[in-house]
């Protein structure tokens, strides 16, 4: 047998701390999840100190970014309209044509619309809750582009329920939600600090004897870089750097919230990207100095622009878009690059129009809006399961699809079509709470049959 | 009626945005593949090897008792292999296997088999297990590389409703099916509208986008057409499967590779072996698993033998990880490492692979079997059964195990 691939015997297990070390950190080690979200909150502005968080109302200003400066009618608030929020109906298109173009694009843009965070008890083992949860708020909010680019930054920051339990998940996407116009540096330092990311991608095991690299290769391979930007041993530095950020477990073990642990942090220097890293006295800052260093380069605003063009724009967005794209995120908020976007000349093209494929929640949402549903009955969590898009589980850590034809195979396209017969019958998902207008949800669609075409798939 | 000419014409990739599609990609059987059928079975959750292949080892029992109290296999139900060199049995429920396939010869045992640098997840495990990548899971499955490679839609099929990531490759992803019978549009008032409204909106060309969904949905009728000619009469086995879930996939497996349906690789998983608490012992959770997938497993041989293609076919099971080698306070067993992978056929060379199990602690890998073959070898000798080269679907480095 001694010509196989022989295995190590992997390094002894990290030994786990007994339950009463104490840990130190900036964060309050008994923290009611009610007040998690605002204790996240609190050290981001701590951290930011020094005038960096981003005002969400600025947008990109100057001359030279070109402004689509043709009709704005029916037709283009139709497409702006399903492109932002996967949903709508005539009579809003039109209300956005009322606008004008930026009127239009900036109502889109505004603050989301918040839903209250339910406790754990709420849900109990009702997993199908959370998703009728997310499916009902993005019918009946008032900033329905927030659900989309959740969904976009959800696929984006990717956790399982399935490993993190359900409702660190669900704050995480709250959380999400509320950064989701925001910069990408909002929305990094609080995903480095978030529970279902720690347990997700067991940072939380992560210590100064036995640092997990999880984390860290994913924070630059997924999160930030992209492929073929650093090195292994930039990875193996910044798990180095992340040790001792871990979750603790509340009393009730319903949820985790943050904590670092002063006595797994690795004291010594690290070296990441070429830049030193190292804080003797506040050692937690080092995570967030290799947050800095990755926050620095440009290559993380390309590949994070990229992603969002592909799922907001066009499969192939081209280099111009992406290099333009760039310097409005590195400069700005998530909701500049959206409104530069959505003002862009090419974002009215005929070649843009119905370029990108609905992800199943998109085109379950859509559909349900279009033909009046306010709200999902309990069945119709299983049929949008079966359309292969579980939001509390996404496929694995890369995420799904970016808007793309992966989600078209011929049982999901069977599935598709024989759901739009389950959305249109009364009987199996109640009677339509508002006007039925499939018009934005597909260019052309009039009924249900007409829902058969190509088009329907498209946004 | 030659169904592979049919598909050779029907064919196009369901590939990404600017890949050219492809009318005319070659077949699995016709072009690229040399007729032989690889059937991939996942036991998921975590399959119990201690309790599968069982000491009978005096002392080693002894050991293997006091760790497992509640549950151990007593040695008077344990089926003795005789193997050469080696104290080994296999779990009373598999007995199946014992008389049909081990004692022909055409069941290999990989010991202590599974992925460096072990995680107990069974996210990370399968994620594994489906890429053939424990550095980092990527997109593409060990198999959608054979997909991509063979160009061809068609050439594997799981067996399904969701397409494992085995199966998905970079430009073409698997078939799958989650039942031979019901795959289709259904009968209700609805569905059965949209054969002829689908080929009526699909008439005209698009482009861009659209005109790809055009062409995938094109695809979807002949898939379905493809598998409804499956449900002819002449297609049924003749052999009568166990009615449970192993029994109805491997059913439907032996129906299609009946039709010739132009698949090389068919894939299939069943759940349960996560047994944390009450497993049992010879009888009880674990053992009505293991029963089940070892009617189904003889079952298939029978037909396979009556199709005249068990040479042909190789089966292959895997589960993402064993179990810990003493139980934990509820009759069960938690995560563990090295695990147990079954390699059966006609064509298979019987016995077993790598080592007895060691069964004092101090050769234990923090409580568990340690891993000691990598299972990209088993992988490879799957590729290279199928003609695949193996180092494109696993990576370089990996002998194939000689189990063909």
Redesign the interface.
């Known amino acids: 047998?001694d010509?196989?691939?022989?295995?190590?015997?992997?390094p002894?297990?990290a030994a786990t701390s007994p339950p009463e070390a104490q840990s130190t950190g900036v964060f309050p080690v008994v923290a009611p999840h009610r007040s998690s979200s605002q204790s996240w909150k609190a050290a981001l502005a701590l951290l930011l100190a020094g005038g960096t968080l981003t005002s969400c109302g600025r947008l990109v200003g100057g001359g030279k970014t070109p402004v689509y400066s043709g009709p704005f009618g029916r037709h283009e608030a139709t497409h702006l309209l399903r492109r932002a929020a996967a949903r709508g109906n005539a009579s809003e298109a039109d209300e956005l044509a009322t606008k004008g173009l930026k009127g239009a694009v900036e109502s889109l843009l505004e603050t989301p619309d918040l839903p209250t965070e339910e406790d754990p008890g709420y849900f109990g083992k009702e997993f199908t809750r959370y998703t009728h949860e997310w499916v009902n708020h993005w019918l009946n909010t008032s900033t329905p582009l927030a659900e989309r680019l959740t969904l976009f930054w959800h696929g984006h920051f990717v956790t399982?329920a399935?490993?993190t339990n359900f409702w660190n998940t669900y704050h995480k996407i709250n959380k999400l939600r509320e950064l989701s116009l925001s910069t990408f540096k909002d929305l990094l330092y609080m995903i480095a600090a978030d529970p279902a990311m720690l347990i997700y991608l067991?940072n939380t095991l992560s210590t100064k004897k036995h640092p997990n690299e999880n984390w860290a290769?994913e924070l630059m391979?997924l999160f930030t870089l992209g492929e073929g930007h650093y090195t292994e041993e930039d990875i193996q530095e910044i798990a180095r750097a992340f040790t001792g950020w871990r979750v603790t477990i509340d009393a009730g073990r319903q949820y985790h919230y943050f904590d670092f642990s002063a006595r797994d942090h690795d004291p010594d220097p690290k070296t990441v990207l070429g830049h030193r890293v190292h804080r003797r006295y506040n050692p937690i800052f080092e995570g967030y100095d290799v947050l800095n260093i990755l926050l620095g380069m440009r290559q993380t605003y390309l590949y994070i622009g990229e992603k969002l063009l592909r799922f907001f724009f066009h499969?192939?967005p081209g280099r111009e878009m992406i290099e333009k794209g760039a310097d409005v995120l590195k400069g700005g908020t998530v909701r500049d690059f959206l409104y530069w976007l959505f003002t862009h000349p090419d974002f009215y093209s005929d070649?843009v129009r119905?370029?990108?494929?609905k992800s199943p929640i998109e085109y379950a949402v859509g559909m349900l809006y279009a033909a009046g549903r306010r709200e999902v009955v309990d069945k119709l969590f299983f049929r949008i399961r079966?359309l292969?898009q579980d939001p509390y589980n996404p496929?694995?850590?890369?995420g799904w699809p970016l808007a793309?034809?992966?989600w078209?195979?011929?049982?999901m396209?069977?599935n598709r079509?024989?759901f739009?017969?389950?959305v249109t019958?009364d009987s199996s998902s109640g009677t339509p709470q508002a006007p039925v207008d499939y018009s934005v949800f597909m260019d052309g669609g009039v009924d249900?049959?007409s829902l058969?075409?190509?088009?329907a798939?498209?946004l | 009626m030659n169904r592979r000419s049919f598909i050779k014409r029907s064919l196009f990739t369901l590939a990404a945005a600017g890949a050219a599609p492809s009318l005319f990609g070659r077949t699995a059987l016709a072009a690229g593949g040399n007729g032989k059928i690889l059937v991939v079975y996942h036991l998921f959750g975590g399959n119990d090897v201690l309790n599968t292949l069982i000491t009978t080892d005096a002392d080693k029992r002894r050991l293997y008792e006091s760790y497992r109290p509640d549950i151990f296999i007593p040695a008077a139900d344990t089926i003795d292999l005789k193997a050469t060199g080696m104290s080994l049995g296999m779990h009373p429920s598999l007995k199946p296997l014992v008389d049909d396939l081990w004692n022909n010869g055409q069941l290999a045992l990989v010991s202590q088999v599974g992925y460096p640098n072990h995680n107990r997840s069974h996210f990370l495990s399968t994620a594994i297990w489906n890429t053939g990548d424990p550095n980092r899971p990527s997109k593409s499955g060990w198999l959608g590389r054979f997909i991509d490679e063979q160009n061809d839609p068609y050439c594997a099929t799981n067996l399904g409703n969701t397409l494992p990531r085995a199966l998905r490759g970079v430009h073409a992803t698997g078939l799958s099916i989650g039942s031979v019978a019901r795959y289709g549009f259904g009968h209700g008032a609805w569905e059965k509208k949209l054969p002829e409204e689908v080929r009526r909106q699909i008439a005209r060309q698009r482009s861009g986008t659209a005109e790809e969904v055009r062409r995938a949905m094109d695809h979807m009728l002949r898939s379905v057409k493809e598998v409804r000619g499956a449900m002819a009469k002449q297609y049924a086995p003749s052999t009568t499967f166990p009615l449970n879930r192993y029994g109805a996939q491997f059913a439907d497996i032996a129906r299609l590779i009946k039709y010739d349906f132009p698949s090389q690789v068919y894939y299939a998983a069943g759940g349960g072996y996560d047994t944390h608490g009450k497993q049992g012992g010879k009888t009880g959770r674990h053992a009505d698993l293991l029963s089940q997938l070892a009617g189904a497993l003889a079952a298939f041989r029978k037909e396979m033998i009556a199709q005249g293609k068990w040479n042909d076919v190789l089966v292959m099971i895997f589960s993402e990880f064993g179990r810990r080698v003493k139980q934990n306070a509820s009759a069960g067993t938690d995560h563990g490492k090295g695990g147990l992978l079954f390699f059966a056929g006609g064509a298979v060379k019987g016995g077993i692979y790598g080592e007895e199990p060691e069964l004092d602690e101090s050769s234990f890998d923090h409580g568990d079997l340690p891993v000691k073959i990598d299972f990209r070898n088993a992988y490879a000798a799957a590729a290279g059964f199928i003609g695949a080269n193996p180092a494109d679907l696993v990576g370089s480095g990996f002998n194939p195990l000689p189990v063909i």
Do not use: C, W, Y
Not at chain 1, 3 to 10: E, L, N, R, Y
Not at chain 1, 395 to 398: A, G, L, N, R
Not at chain 1, 452 to 455: G, L, Q
């Open positions: 047998m010509d196989f691939a022989t295995i190590q015997q992997s002894p297990e399982e399935s490993k067991d290769r391979e499969p192939e070649k119905n370029a990108l494929v079966d292969d496929p694995d850590v890369s793309s034809m992966e078209l195979s011929d049982t396209l069977i079509l024989k739009i017969g389950i019958n249900p049959l058969i075409a190509p088009e798939q498209l």
